[in-house]
């Protein structure tokens, strides 16, 4: 069974704050994924990668970078954070193209 | 531009009974789709798939059909159980893409 696992259930930060999400999978996926959900909205892509050291941007790219210096190892920094940044963020792994994507069990981050 | 939309934000269904949830896409490069099942405090769950070239699959209880000429796909749950009250999400992909389009999701609610 694939498993994804998010550092933090639920966190609360201060406006302004460094923040970081941690996800890691352990099934040897190529491909890593940071996701927001918000009501009404769906789930929206911040950023993903399909290697290590390698990202590209999704839809809502700003306020919002990433790391992955290992390959089962996806990081996302809110380098400032602000209340409209107060979500739920979904990390997800998949295989390779047109693969099933994995998805951990979330952070509820709020914002004050 | 919303290219995946779930046009029901929520479906209230007897126990029993078949549960119809719809998807509309607009992009017609997309070639391959999923269903994913979400509960509170828990990340997706992939339900089923299925691919441009079939026009139905079909998993147990679930099915998916594609009518690619409306850019349409919907699931059907046949019969309803209350443990399939969630939220499900449609996605959809293309060939030579990493990237996953997320519907905004319909809540079910199967009714005992």
């Known amino acids: 069974d694939v498993k994804v696992t998010q550092s933090s259930r639920y966190l609360v930060k201060r406006t302004g704050e460094k923040v970081f999400l941690e996800c890691v999978q352990d099934m040897d996926h190529e491909n890593m994924f940071w996701y927001r959900q918000d009501p009404g909205l769906g789930l929206r892509l911040i950023y993903f990668?399909?290697?290590?050291?390698?990202?590209e941007k999704g839809d809502i790219p700003e306020g919002y970078s990433v790391s992955r210096e290992k390959k089962e190892r996806f990081s996302l920094i809110l380098e400032s954070a602000s209340t409209n940044q107060t979500s739920m963020y979904l990390c997800?792994?998949?295989?390779?193209?047109?693969?099933?994507?994995?998805f951990g069990p979330g952070t509820r981050l709020l914002v004050l | 531009d919303q290219q995946v939309k779930q046009n029901s934000p929520s479906l209230s269904v007897q126990e029993g009974r078949i549960s119809i949830l719809n998807c509309d896409y607009t992009n017609s490069m997309f070639d391959y789709f999923l269903w994913y099942k979400k509960y509170p405090a828990e990340g997706p769950t992939f339900l089923i798939s299925i691919s441009s070239i079939k026009d139905k699959n079909e998993d147990g209880r679930f099915t998916v059909f594609l009518n690619k000429s409306a850019k349409h796909l919907s699931l059907h749950i046949v019969p309803s159980q209350p443990g399939d009250s969630a939220v499900y999400f449609c996605?959809?992909?293309?060939?030579?893409?990493?990237?996953?389009?997320f519907g905004t999701g319909t809540r079910l609610k199967v009714l005992a």
């Open positions: 990668s399909y290697d290590v050291k390698m990202k």
């Open positions: 997800a792994s998949s295989r390779g193209d047109q693969e099933t994507q994995y």
């Open positions: 996605a959809a992909t293309y060939s030579g893409t990493y990237k996953y389009i």
